[in-house]
């Protein structure tokens, strides 16, 4: 409780600032219209060497955070390129003998794969699962054989449970622009121990041909921060890379050769929609582009995945899914209404805490609404306010090469709590079961500043009198 009264008094500052002018802000802030101008190939070069292992980056690799995937791209399929070796740190405090770390050291193989797409030919992708790792304690670990040895560290979440502060940031659509830069520079000092990707990764595919080298100098770009802490990965659809008139029929192929994750580990069999447990949260994460319809596969999952959930042991609960269900901007106006309709009442009976999406190059945040009542006769179609509905996230901001969507909708509609045109990220502080700190930092301020901050209280541990 201490941390949490660290914070407050900040925010209930910004809350009285930004709640007396209820009924939704657009903010003022006037971003200069500009083009997202992307960084060229050369930015980013492979590293010097011998078959050096690149583009370095992690996600988890089980159900509850004991197991992180680490997957790398090598010129050449050598002995020894699939190999990762990893030891734990051990605290001086704890440990005098140097000669404990150097037996630690344990090794894991991955699974090595190479594409084709059009014409273009992959690198070998190699994805190794480092299971049975100890909560809460660091490793580092190394990639590449002989010389080219490059050496990377991680820090494993607290074991599942309700009371575990974590911190997570939030990103979405992006890309590889001078923008983009700006995004990842100010997330990465790091703010947060995982980041929450709400999809559009490269956009490889705004390029002739899907031009694949973007996939590359993506992971490039992404390295320094995606491999020192796992990224959970939502699909946007900037990763369907559909292109049956060059002969690439197979939707998702370079995303689901470069960014594996642990489906099965949450019954699902598309790694398209899945779900983790990472400290005090349980995450959801769906795919706007595939089947979720009654009785399809992903309808069915999530429909026992809900089930699954346990708010006693991880009271957050946060979905992820590309595509917005709640934006009021005249791009992609109403693209997420489908999904909403098919799965609205499940988050509002389950009381989902957050749903976070992209797809729109602008921020956006919703008061906690819920549009269930309506069906085909009655007309009951406008939002109202819900208690036990989830706030609405869109933070397609990241700074793509499509650059901002700076056309809203107006008048601003009721369920639009707050909504900007600017570039930037967020940041996710669960401090325990009840309360958690959320911040939205737009690019053009101090890192610092929260330009939209609010506290958010957890919807399962809400006591009935708190329900407004
Ligand atoms: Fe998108």
Redesign the pocket.
């Known amino acids: 409780m201490k941390n949490l009264n660290l914070f407050i008094l900040p925010v209930v500052v910004f809350l009285t600032i930004t709640t007396v002018i209820n009924g939704g802000i657009t903010s003022e802030y006037v971003r200069q219209a500009q083009p997202s101008v992307e960084m060229p190939l050369e930015t980013f070069p492979s590293p010097p060497g011998y078959n050096v292992p690149e583009q370095v980056h992690l996600t988890q690799g089980d159900h509850d955070g004991r197991a992180m995937i680490v997957s790398w791209v090598t010129p050449l399929n050598l002995a020894g390129s699939n190999v990762v070796t990893y030891w734990m740190v051990v605290n001086s405090s704890t440990s005098t003998n140097s000669s404990d770390v150097k037996m630690a050291k344990k090794k894991a193989h991955g699974s090595t794969s190479s594409y084709r797409f059009y014409d273009y030919t992959s690198g070998y992708l190699h994805h190794a699962n480092i299971k049975g790792l100890e909560y809460n304690t660091t490793y580092i670990y190394e990639v590449g054989s002989d010389q080219s040895v490059r050496q990377f560290n991680f820090t494993t979440p607290p074991a599942v449970g309700p009371d575990v502060p974590y911190t997570f940031g939030i990103i979405g659509?992006l890309g590889q622009t001078y923008a983009s830069n700006e995004t990842l520079y100010h997330y990465s000092n790091p703010k947060g121990q995982a980041v929450l990707f709400a999809?559009?990764l490269s956009y490889a595919d705004d390029h002739p041909n899907h031009d694949q080298r973007k996939w590359d100098t993506f992971g490039k770009f992404l390295e320094p921060c995606a491999a020192y802490q796992p990224f959970i990965y939502a699909a946007?659809?900037?990763e369907i890379d559909f292109a049956p008139e060059i002969g690439e029929p197979h939707p998702f192929k370079p995303y689901m050769h470069r960014y594996p994750n642990a489906y099965k580990a949450s019954g699902s069999i598309s790694p398209l929609w899945y779900s983790v447990r990472r400290g005090p949260a349980h995450i959801i994460v769906l795919s706007s582009y595939s089947a979720y319809g009654k009785y399809t596969p992903q309808y069915l999952w999530l429909q026992q995945e809900l089930k699954n959930v346990n708010r006693e042991e991880t009271p957050w609960l946060i979905v992820m899914v590309?595509?917005p269900w709640y934006n009021s901007n005249n791009y992609h106006f109403m693209e997420g209404e489908s999904m909403r309709i098919m799965f609205e009442s499940w988050f509002v009976n389950s009381k989902v805490d957050l749903v976070l999406s992209?797809?729109v190059h602008a921020y956006e945040r919703s008061e906690r609404v819920s549009n269930i009542k309506y069906n085909i006769t009655n007309g009951l179609s406008t939002p109202v306010k819900d208690p036990n509905a989830p706030i609405y996230i869109t933070i397609?901001d990241g700074g793509n090469i499509e650059g901002i969507a700076n056309s809203f909708t107006d008048p601003q509609p009721s369920y639009s709590a707050y909504r900007e045109a600017s570039f930037g990220h967020a940041v996710l502080e669960i401090h325990n079961r009840t309360h958690a700190l959320y911040t939205w930092h737009r690019n053009q301020d101090n890192e610092p500043v929260a330009a939209d901050s609010f506290i958010v209280r957890n919807r399962y541990n809400l006591l009935d009198d708190e329900r407004i």
Do not use: L, P, V, Y
């Open positions: 659509d999809g559009d946007g659809n900037h590309h595509s992209g797809h397609g």
